[in-house]
């Protein structure tokens, strides 16, 4: 639910973009701009989360040295 609002500015050459967009993809300027926003930012803190989860598994790799300890793994898994 959009409960949140926000006022932009925009110059008349991006509006006239935006506007050409959204009527191209048969949606309205809002929903272009916080499709965009939610891509923008959010795929910021996947990917910080993906790099976490990697270094993780590497030091739990390490820890074993020969075999992957998939206990700590998994535990690893269930603290979020």
């Not at 803190?45 to 030091?59: D, N, P, S, V, Y």
């Amino acid at each position: 639910m959009l409960n949140k609002r926000t006022n932009i500015l925009f110059d008349e050459n991006l509006w006239k973009i935006l506007t050409t967009v959204a009527s191209r993809r048969k949606t309205s300027v809002g929903r272009l701009i916080r499709e965009a926003v939610a891509k923008i930012y959010t795929s910021d803190e996947e990917l910080e989360e993906r790099k976490k989860a990697f270094e993780e598994i590497l030091r739990i790799r390490k820890v074993s040295k020969r075999r992957i300890d998939y206990k700590a793994l998994i535990n690893y898994g269930r603290k979020d």
